[in-house]
């Protein structure tokens, strides 16, 4: 286990060799080898993945994710235009929904962020095509994608950036930490762990990635 943490790989039950947090448990692996670091384009994952990386803020994102289905029962999908319209009533039925976190400050986020992803949407053209202009350049990524590297840079100057102008924008909840998180799942950066299983398979899709 030792050399495990250390390297940040693990070798689960299938013999595969994967990003230790993944932690070999089905439905975290299934995120790790399907989901986390595949590059994406539609607005309302974007969106979501946002929103529920602000949610994830303090807890782990294995707690999130299983949530993931009840968030999204709770904000219609995370279609924008629809969160975007929630009043005082849909924040009172959130805040009773035992399916989500039932946080007051998340709640009225998400809410003000649809409304600011709308206006983003009507600046750019789409959400995809802000966000994706932060892709970090490749001189501003590790020489080697290591666990060692990783857990040194909770935040990039990429992630910083993003921030900030997020913020500017009227966001809330898109600290420097979340947005890199934010960043690795969707694929704008590939760090899954040298060695890992899946590592080769999301550059060759970044590659292929058609950027908005």
């Not at 789409?126 to 290591?146: D, G, M």
């Amino acid at each position: 286990m030792d050399q495990a943490l250390a390297s940040g790989l693990s070798r689960g039950t299938d013999g595969q060799v994967r990003c230790i947090w993944q932690m070999d448990l089905p439905d975290y692996r299934h995120y790790h080898d399907v989901e986390w670091g595949r590059p994406v384009w539609d607005d309302t994952r974007l969106f979501e993945k946002l929103c529920l990386e602000g949610f994830q803020s303090g807890l782990s994102w294995l707690t999130i994710l299983r949530k993931r289905e009840g968030f999204r029962a709770a904000f219609a999908g995370f279609d924008i235009d629809r969160v975007a319209e929630f009043g005082e009533d849909d924040i009172a039925r959130c805040l009773a929904d035992a399916g989500i976190v039932r946080h007051r400050g998340k709640i009225v986020s998400t809410i003000n962020n649809a409304r600011r992803a709308q206006a983003l949407r009507a600046e750019f053209g789409s959400l995809a095509r802000y966000l994706w202009q932060f892709e970090p350049k490749e001189a501003e990524r590790p020489a080697s994608v290591t666990y060692e590297a990783l857990i040194a840079n909770p935040k990039t100057e990429a992630s910083i950036r993003l921030s900030k102008d997020l913020k500017k924008r009227g966001w809330t909840f898109v600290g420097p930490t979340t947005v890199y998180a934010f960043m690795q799942a969707m694929g704008m950066v590939n760090d899954h762990v040298e060695g890992c299983c899946c590592r080769a398979e999301v550059e060759t899709e970044r590659a292929a990635f058609l950027r908005p």
